[in-house]
């Protein structure tokens, strides 16, 4: 009994010395990546298992607040990798001066061009509309015939939200010096504007709205792991914006080898097979294995549109105005 | 009152509330101004979020107050079975998250509610939530509950003999209403108006939820956005400002009211029976119609959500523990300030204003500004828990005041004679008058405040790290990973732990005869 | 013996002034018109209210400076005599011992009290179970129970009826007797003021004067006091 207690406590000491020689990385990233239903868990378990490292999450609501929280902490932060920025944050996040090029260069299966030597996608979709295929038979196919539809549609607030940030951009990339019309002919149709997406939604999914602003993967939620096929999203003839979620490292890391070897491990098959079926999203890299059953019943928009980062952080401002001023009648 | 010595220690626990509240709201702002870089100036769109801002606030003050006055009086003069239950209940809106909240109402006079339901069948034109009748709707929803208990303690505080006096009078309603009630409510309304409107003030899931689009915006979604999105925090500062002296005016208008001191105190003798005929019908349908409004959005929250309870994964209860930690730190603190300010709010009017105006301050700002304090200091993630539970603390206090002060003043105004020519020492005083008087609302503002933060997603999300998430916390994540029924069932647990906890704490300090 | 030497009371435009003696034992009716300043003179000899000048002495020694439980005194209000939430017997032994803290003996003393005042078995009652009587006699109790040697009445008996009030002042006079107090007792009365008070003190004019003999006073009035009769 003593020895035993005694060998306990050897243990507890040899595990604390060892805990105390690990080397700790910080990844800084959004909310829904580390709850229990997210990437997170299984992104840490499978990383520990080959890096002899301890992985913590560190989250911030989402990836807005990400780049937020990164801000405020400034050079003082502890994060060595922020994960979660997407394409329309990533101008501001690059001129910020607070992230090192990653320099890695993995084949990527994007329906896009990348050469970002700051941020590396993990992830990505396409934004849609999405509705509920018992009430609406026929859904638009178009903005304009959004417009000219009786449907109503939830979206999310452009200013505290990627998903409205991404709609902004949606319909300036498809309507260029046109999208004030199309957002002044949309207004009748809003019935609100959420604070993000997972109000959106909610409302959505309680009969509040005809369609919601979400993305393309949702209905493989609905049917992979509620087996409900009554969800699916409008395919739209102007194409789809992209949102293309991305990693970067921090300049002042004190582990570069160690977010640099994480950046690599997100674009390889252990990484990436875990996110179709958490973050309902398209990897990066198609895992070996291919994407699971449901996402084959997905639409496959064309043309995929999306801003150059520095495009989308210049035609932010002007956008928005356009946005309030539709919307505020 | 000067003959009876006030005792040496409430001065300066007094000065270390103020201390520490004054830290919290002013702190928070010049940390947050102090990391701003280059100018910032209030633009075109501000200006309509402040007006947007205003007049949502005023008309959501208004109506819930004057909805709460029929409400109140028909509560505290019939007596009925289930009553005190019933008003137990009928708070639940105001500790609810507020996503809950707005599920329940949507559930009701939402697009496919049951009203519309019922107005489609009739023939009729469907009814819209958004917009800015939606906006007081929803504040009225989660605010009446606040006023109706507010009011009732004002109507608990009419003695008997005044109502005895009335009826003896023969006084009709509009002569009670005119001559006993009314001198009561200009007493206690203003508060009311007050700390609803400021609590108005500073919303911003609401006016975002169901304003209907950008016409709609808060100043504190501007503050948010300013953060968020411009990462601007001179931007953010100057609008936290603005909405500051809003809610400042608003303080000060209240500052001017005269409060006429009523003299009579009453023997807590049993008040009359109420008055009969057309006024018992309206108190009917008062009570009915407020309690259908409050508590069948509630029902349906909590019929949505209890087939999901039993499947909850283990972190949603692991969260549930964090949350009763904080609402016990919470309510700690919370009684600590309320009590320390009463006492000293008994001769001075300052620890009234100092309470109040933690609800001017912006939530957004005093988190932001604590986590540029503490950054440098510690990793803002190690005490998330703490400061959620403190910075939940400062946002009850003006609520706790309001209950506490307005009955401590009138105890005073009544015996601090009687115990002067006694020579009660302070702790006797203490022991003998004001706690039997007071221990009531002060349980009411405990039990508040306890449920506030459990129900509170709070300034954690700005800290939070896996780990810590708390229950509203959990829900969140739970509906953003596409989880909606089981974030139902997190909504009633939420639901029952912050009812449960406002009737245990307030049960346990406010004795037997609470929540009457 | 009470002296009050030169006091002058301000309260905003009020003003009240007194120059006078009242010697041991003495029972002392205090009348005057509505406002003249009755209530303050008997607040300012409590300690209620605060003197602009003058002197207040108790047996040579001043007690103006003294806080309102020190002084050698009981008071009964017109109201607010009872905490409501405290049984009877817990509000006659404020009087004894504020912190209600009471040995055996002192138990023993406040029921002897409660039973002289006529109030035995109604110990455990709330005052909002007691008449008007009953506060009365509870009031009094306490004040009995004090046994201090100056006791100030502020019109407690105004709401009760007249056969009721004559018991009342029965029972003070009784208590006043045992004690060996001297009463100072404001009433609207002369009928109070015949049953009780050898003298009366007259409030009038800004002024209180020196107490007279009561029936000499009520007999041949001062034109102030006329008035005020009718």
Known sequence: ?329 | ?516 | MLALESLSIVQGGFRLSADLTIRDGARVAVMGPSGAGKSTLIGAVAGFVPLASGVIRWNDSRIDGLPPARRPLSILFQDHNLLPHLSVFDNVALGLNPDLRLSTVERASVLRALAETGLDGLETRKPAQLSGGQISRAGLARVLLRARPLMLLDEPFAALGPALKATMLDLVGRIARETGATLLMITHDPADALRLCDQTLLVADGRAHAPAPTRALLDDPPPALKAYLG
Not at chain 2, 16 to 32: M, P
Not at chain 2, 157 to 164: K, T
Request: with cysteine; aromatic share 8%.
């Open chain 2, 1 to 516: 009152m000067r003959w009876h010595a006030e005792p040496r220690l409430i001065k300066p626990a007094a000065a270390l509330v103020a201390a520490v509240l004054v830290l919290l709201n002013l702190g928070a702002l010049a940390a947050v101004l102090w990391r701003a870089d280059g100018e910032a100036t209030l633009q075109p769109a501000d200006w309509v979020a402040l007006r947007f801002t205003v007049v949502q606030a005023a008309l959501s003050a208004l109506v819930s107050v004057v909805l709460a006055v029929p409400v109140a009086r028909a509560l505290a003069r019939r007596r009925f079975p289930g009553r005190r239950l019933l008003i137990a209940l009928m708070g639940a809106p105001f500790i609810l998250p507020v996503l809950v909240a707005i599920a329940g109402l949507l559930a009701v006079l939402g697009r496919n509610g049951m009203v519309n339901d019922a107005l489609a069948a009739l023939g009729l034109d469907r009814v819209s939530l958004y917009g800015l009748q939606g906006v007081v709707l929803a504040h009225v929803f989660f605010n009446l509950p606040l006023s109706v208990r507010l009011l009732l303690q004002g109507w608990a505080r009419i003695p008997a003999e005044h109502l005895r006096l009335a009826q003896a009078l023969g006084f009709g309603a509009r002569a009670r209403f005119r001559l006993i009630e009314m001198p009561m409510l200009t007493r206690i309304a203003p508060g009311a108006l007050a700390a609803v409107f400021l609590i108005c003030l500073t919303s911003f899931a609401v006016a975002l939820m169901l304003g209907g689009g950008p016409a709609a915006t808060t100043l504190e979604l501007a503050i948010y956005q300013a953060f968020r999105f411009d990462f601007d925090l001179g931007r953010a500062a100057l609008l936290a400002l603005v909405q500051a002296g809003v809610g400042l005016v608003a303080l000060g208008v209240l500052g001017f009211v005269r409060l006429p001191a009523t003299r009579q105190a009453g023997l807590d003798r049993l008040a009359p029976a109420p008055p009969g005929g057309l006024a018992r019908v309206l108190d009917l349908l008062a009570i009915s119609m407020a309690a259908t409004f409050l508590l069948v959005p509630l029902g349906v929250v909590i019929a949505r959500g209890l087939p999901h309870l039993a499947d909850l994964p283990a972190s949603v209860w692991a969260a549930a523990g964090r949350s009763l930690g904080v609402a016990a730190l919470s309510t700690l603190l919370l009684a600590g300030f309320t009590v320390a300010l009463t006492l000293a709010g008994l001769r001075r009017r300052w620890p009234e204003g100092l309470g109040m105006a933690a609800l001017v301050a912006s939530p957004l700002v005093i988190g932001t500004g604590l986590f540029i304090v503490l950054n440098p200091l510690v990793a803002p993630s190690t005490v998330a828990l703490p400061v959620t539970a403190l910075v939940n603390a400062a946002m009850a206090l003006p609520f706790a005041l309001r209950a506490t002060l307005p009955p401590a003043r009138q105890t005073e105004a009544d015996f601090a004679r009687l115990s002067a020519a006694l020579g009660l020492s302070p702790g006797a005083h203490l022991r003998l008058i004001l706690w039997p008087r007071l221990r009531a609302p002060l349980g009411f503002a405990l039990g508040l405040g306890a449920a506030l933060s459990i129900g509170d997603l709070g300034v954690i999300v700005l800290f939070g790290q896996t780990g810590t998430e708390t229950l509203p916390l959990a829900m969140q994540r739970l509906m953003g990973a596409y989880r909606s029924e089981a974030a139902q069932g997190v909504a009633v647990l939420l639901l029952a732990l912050a009812l449960g906890t406002f009737v245990l704490v307030e049960r346990l300090i406010g004795g037997r005869d609470a929540g009457a």
């Open chain 1, 1 to 329: 009994m003593t020895r035993s207690i005694l060998a306990a406590g050897l243990l507890c000491v040899s595990t604390q010395a060892a805990l105390a020689e690990t080397p700790i990385l910080h990844v800084l990233t959004y909310d829904s990546f580390v709850s229990d239903w997210g990437p997170g868990p299984q992104v840490e378990a499978a990383f520990e298992a080959q890096c002899g490292c301890d992985l913590v999450f560190d989250a911030a609501g989402d990836g807005a607040a990400v780049l937020a929280r990164l801000l405020l902490e400034g050079t003082r932060t502890d994060a060595d990798v922020v994960l979660g920025l997407d394409t329309n944050l990533t101008a501001q996040a690059a001129a910020s001066g607070l992230f090192a090029p990653h320099g890695l260069s993995p084949a990527l299966d994007l329906p896009a061009d990348w050469s970002d030597p700051l941020f590396l996608p993990f992830d990505w979709g396409w934004f849609a509309f999405v509705y509920d295929n018992t009430r609406i038979p026929d859904p638009p196919a178009s903005f304009r015939d959004l417009i000219a539809s009786d449907l109503s549609v939830v979206i999310e607030d452009p200013r505290s939200s990627t998903p409205g940030l991404g709609l902004l951009m949606w319909v300036k990339a498809a309507y260029g010096d046109e999208s004030a019309e199309i957002w002044r002919g949309l207004a009748p149709r809003i019935l609100t504007v959420t604070p993000g997406w997972s109000e959106a939604y909610d409302l959505f999914l309680n009969g509040e709205a005809d369609m919601v602003l979400s993305y393309t993967t949702s209905p493989a939620y609905h049917l992979i792991a509620e087996g409900d096929a009554t969800k699916s999203a409008a395919q739209f003839s102007e194409g789809h914006y992209l949102q293309v979620e991305v990693a970067g490292m921090v300049a002042g890391t004190d582990q570069p080898d160690l977010a640099r070897q994480f950046l690599a491990f997100m674009t390889t098959d252990a990484f990436q097979s875990i996110i179709p079926e958490t973050n309902w999203m398209y990897p990066a890299v198609t895992p070996t294995a291919g994407l699971p059953d449901g996402f084959a019943t997905l639409i496959h928009p064309a043309p995929s549109l999306l801003l150059p980062p520095d495009a989308a952080l210049a035609a932010r401002d002007p956008a928005l105005d356009e946005w309030r001023n539709a919307l505020a009648r």
